[in-house]
């Protein structure tokens, strides 16, 4: 998509509810909650249970699906989606291609709960998944750059195989938000995302949320929260579209801060390498120049060991030590406590909205003290 075709398209997302407002209606959209609607007679409208429609999930759902082009599913969590997507498209029997390399808990779960419902799964690592043998698999996820080791796989290559023999193709879009990739447009069948991190950007929420542009594959995750009554709430659904309001905003910032911290990072003498697409070094940065808008706000740093990444976090004073990533405010921790397969050294550092400068200042003065 076009850069202006996608800044028309978040212009339309800011004003998504415009058309349907009359005089005297709040321009914010209201938190809605309720369990029941009142429903007299036999049942008819849009609202008659809390667990099948609440009013400020459309909200958000009519903004999600006005920046994703698509059709969208909101749930309560990252994982939630995740596991919509599973529930609605397999059955006894079928195959799943997951990354041996992406987020950990998408094959937590496959383990723990697909497996012993007859659903198999192989991994392969995302910067081999486009050379990968497809055929036999219902499902071919992807997740682009992956997290925490920032690998490229080409969306547009893995669909085109995938659909050659009949594979659905899902790509987690978490690190990078529909602002930054358009994987639907790449033919992608499914999209998920973890909006918890740079969707709703202020680490104060958990949510999730499903995207397609055919209609029976949303028609099932739908159902599927429906009868799951795996749902959001109401409050956590309005600070996300509170969120998604600045992410354009947001996302810029964090990006372009992050593009100017990862090459100075590289130069830095105690750091021993940088992960980010966006650097000539990256072993797929051409392909990361093609499929990508923005090169994201996550860098993975490599230092010389343990000790010495613990002493960089506990020596910046604007980078908090924490999980996840996303975050208006600048955050690091090494992967190699969570058992990832990264050395000791390894930190996945989340590029905030700081004033660029100021940032730089900070992690090069931690840096020089090591
Ligand atoms: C965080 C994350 C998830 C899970 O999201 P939750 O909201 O924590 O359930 C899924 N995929 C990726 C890539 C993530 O980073």
Redesign the pocket.
């Known amino acids: 998509m076009a850069s202006s075709d996608l800044d028309e398209r978040f212009a339309r997302t800011l004003h998504h509810r415009n058309a349907r407002l009359a005089a005297g209606d709040p321009l914010a959209p209201p938190i809605v909650p309720t369990s029941t609607y009142w429903l007299p007679g036999d049942p008819a409208g849009e609202y008659q249970y809390g667990r099948w429609a609440n009013p400020t999930w459309a909200a958000l759902e009519g903004a999600l699906g006005e920046l994703e082009d698509a059709e969208v599913v909101t749930l309560p969590?990252?994982?939630?989606?995740?596991a919509a997507v599973f529930y609605a498209t397999l059955k006894q029997g079928d195959r799943v291609l997951l990354p041996s390399d992406?987020?950990y808990?998408?094959r937590a779960l496959a383990e723990k709960f697909l497996v012993p419902l007859g659903v198999r799964f192989d991994t392969c690592a995302t910067a081999e998944v486009e050379r990968a043998p497809l055929q036999g698999y219902r499902l071919v996820w992807v997740?682009t750059p992956s997290?925490p080791g920032l690998d490229v796989a080409d969306i547009a290559a893995v669909a085109r195989r995938a659909h050659a023999v009949g594979a659905l193709v899902v790509v987690?879009n978490?690190?990078m938000t529909p602002l930054g990739q358009r994987p639907l447009e790449l033919g992608a069948d499914l999209v998920?995302s973890?909006?918890?991190?740079g969707v709703a950007g202020h680490s104060d929420v958990?949510?999730?949320h499903v995207a397609a542009r055919d209609a029976s594959l949303i028609a099932q995750a739908r159902d599927w929260r429906r009868h799951a009554g795996c749902i959001p709430g109401p409050f956590e659904a309005w600070l996300v579209h509170r969120g998604l309001e600045t992410l354009e905003l947001r996302f810029e910032r964090m990006c372009g801060n992050a593009e100017a911290l990862a090459a100075r990072l590289a130069d830095h003498p105690r750091v021993q390498r940088v992960a980010y697409p966006g650097l000539a070094a990256h072993p797929a940065h051409a392909l990361a120049r093609r499929q990508m808008r923005r090169f994201g706000a996550l860098i993975g740093l490599t230092l010389p060991d343990r000790d010495a990444a613990e002493r960089f976090i506990g020596g910046c004073r604007f980078v908090r030590p924490a999980t996840?990533?996303g975050g208006v405010h600048t955050s690091a921790e090494r992967r190699a406590r969570w058992g990832d397969a990264v050395p000791e050294g390894f930190i996945r550092l989340s590029v905030g909205c700081e004033p660029q400068e100021a940032l730089w200042a900070d992690l090069k003065a931690a840096l020089d003290h090591l």
């Open positions: 969590s990252g994982m939630a989606a995740i992406g987020y808990t998408t997740e997290n987690d978490t690190t998920v973890a909006d918890t991190k958990l949510f999730g996840s990533f």
